[in-house]
């Protein structure tokens, strides 16, 4: 009798496990599709509002999609055309310049190639030093160190991708100084240190790329001005760094964020930056 | 016909105040108990008022019935009372019984008697719970069981259902809730408590702090908490001013008295700390300005989840909140300007600002905020309004869109939104000045009043529908995936050349062990062999020889071949080996030179050479000399 039980109840156990497999995968997916129809609909609503001059319902349903996590370089270009709007219609407040600019400078990061984002971008940091002139400051202009150009001269990938070739060839070369022809052993001999070589320069350089895409993120500042502070919260003195200016931002303490600008760092209020995406 | 009901109703109401009259000449009877939780052996007291109307009989022989778990010590002590109620003056009777308790129980006090116009009228029955005693005496400000007090004629209390005295009692009772395990400070401290350890920012915490004293001391100076990451809000309107209670800490009794209750709404996530409520006592044992500091209570502060978060949820907006809003006027001259009024009601953390539908051609002024926020039944409630100047800068009629307020509930742990429709306001047209007016206006404004140029004029258009977009590649090597990769080839090409040299090493050991002495000795032997089978004695004393030879060289590293056979046996010697062995060693080899040049070498000679061969190169690879090579 038991024996007789026991494919059936296996049988069950089957039928109910790829059941509930089923079942698990609709729902993901339903998920999922309702995630991206909730993403749509947020992005139609905030068009909409921009084209009647609904600004603040457009900048609302943008910041939505950003808080959601949603990334697309048309929401942010159209995020940052809502507080242009906003500004245009002489109800900005604080921070709007720069919230236009981290905008279209999220943008430009995702698809480099936006020409209109790249001139929307200009439009907004010319506005910025416009009213910086106005009250009498000038134009601040700051370069970034020279291991921060290096580094950001190739991406992490390329920077990997030439580390693993200059690897592979220092191997190729030594595969090849073991091969008695003359020719291939002088190849071996000249490819192995110099492949090494490139190893020891390309290899520290990917590291460098890695640690700064994990521990900082670019952004944008987002307020009138923000002056440096030390880690005891002193301010550190020398300028301040303006509206709309891309800052690179690392740790987050309390209310506090870590940020470099050009050769300077310090830390700022967290609220009078934005981070951008990726 | 209306004769006799006018008849009847007389009769009828005759009976009626009759019957009214005789309920109302009962006497009214109430029966009180000087506490309802008398101790074991503690005197407590049952009083029975029985009272009439004025001119009627006084009640009189009040009985009391003994009760199990209590004794009737004494009375019934009879006084009279009169009693004004509502203008209506009552006499009667106050009878009291002074009983004590007997043992721990539950006990049922039977209702009192008096005896009016013949008849017996009972008061209430009494429970009382008889207590362990303490073994503190319990004093009591009620003066009837006082030695010589005031007796219980006159002036009585009201009626109205069973009083109790402990009110009366000049100890307060004791808090079990605010009982604590362990006690800071055996005279005074100061204990904080919060209502939840944990919140949303937003959410309301009730802090209360308590002092708790077993000494006479006075506050020369008081410090509230920072609370530096809340908004605050005091729930009690004269701190300090709360009744006593006694609780216990650390197993001892102290008075209690709650010294503040404040609402904190946290302002952001993280470990939030409140502060210490800090107190300067003077008194006897603690000395001048003794510093008393409650604990410092840490809140956990989260997020609302993200899950289902509305657009336009402004974080810290906890609460339960409708919104209510106010348009006038709904018709107005072109540039005129409205005033909406949008009020926010409820309980919580009210929101500071509110998301207005702002659009172009309409402008909201900064708004002038009301409100009337305060301590209601244990939460801040009430209200929070913001009037606003709306100018309108186009004509016809304007939808002014709608208010949303997004917010947390944290009773229902979910979103809720509160709305409310502004609706539509009629614009008039702008009015078109005369042409004369016109053509001055346009000439002054082309001299003077230069518009300001917009920055943003020539700004792209927006993006109706998104756009393809691929989302960069995740990095190639990612995590210790890059080691790996980076790591990998030369580590192939390590264990390649690894695995080479062993394998050379192996073949050259191999190669080694083909061509070792002992070996070779070997091989020796089994050449003397095959030649004495074929009967060629000189290449058996030739292959004993080297057989000799290579087992020498096997077994002390000596190159014997090129060495005399006089000095042989000395270098053997100093090689290591034993003395017999290079005898016979010399002594062979003589032998194999004389039979190699012997015509008439025989069989048996030769046999013999070889046995003596054989048996000597198992001795010398055997020897000692070989081992410690």
Redesign the interface.
Known sequence: MSGSRTPVKALLRGAVSVGMFVLTAFAMEGMAIADERSS?T???EG?DA????????AI??F??LS?MGF?????S??RG?AY????????DRPGDLGRAAAAFEETLR??PDDL?AD??LD?VR??VT?RRARRGKDATTVRPTLDRVVVGLLS??TW??F??AS??L??VG??LRRIPSNGLSVAGRVLAPTAFVF?CVF?PL?LGA?AL?SSTRAAVIVASEVHLVDDTGTAKGGDPIPEAQWVEAGELR??LIHVRWGATEGWIPAGSVRLLY? | MSALRFVSACTAAVIIASASRVVLAEPQLKTRVSTTRPQVGEPFTIQLSALVSPGEHIPGDPVLKPSRGATIMGGPSVGQSMVVMGGVAKVGIDATWQLVANAPAKVKIPAPTVLWAGRRFAGQSIDVEIVQSSGKPRRSTNPFLLPGGPGFGGFGFPFGGLDSFEAEESLPAIDGNLELRTAPDPHLFVHARADKKTAVVGEQVTVTFYLYQRISASVEDRRDPPAADFLRYSMLANPGTEPIVRAKAGGQTYDVRMADRIALFPVRTGDLHVGSLQFAFTGRPIGRRALRASEDIVIRVTEPPRAGRPSGYVLGDVGRFSLTANVEPRRIPFGGTLAVTARVSGNGNFPQSLTLPERAGVEWLDPEKRESIGPQGGIIAGYRSFGYVVRIKESGTVNLGKIDLPHWDPASRKYLVSSVDLGKVDVLPEKVPSPPLAAALTAGADTTDAKPIDAFANMPAHRSALGSYQPPPSPLFEGPRLFVALGAPPIAYALFSASLAGARRIRLRRTAATVSPERLAKTALEDADRARANGDAKAVCSAIERALHHALKASTNLESRGILVDELEDALENAGLAEDLCTRVTKLLEEVSALRFDPDANDASVDELVRQGRSLVRDILDSPARDQG
Do not use: Q
């Open positions: 749509e947020l992005f139609r068009s921009i084209a009647k001059g609904e600004y603040a319902v609302e349903r910041e939505a808080d990334a697309h370089p048309d929401a270009y159209n055309l242009v709007a906003r500004l245009r219609a002489g109800a995702m698809r209109d001139r929307a439009v010319a506005e416009k992490e990938r990997s991708l580390a693993f690897s592979m220092f191997v030594l595969f190893f290899f990917t890695r895409r309390g209310a990726p």
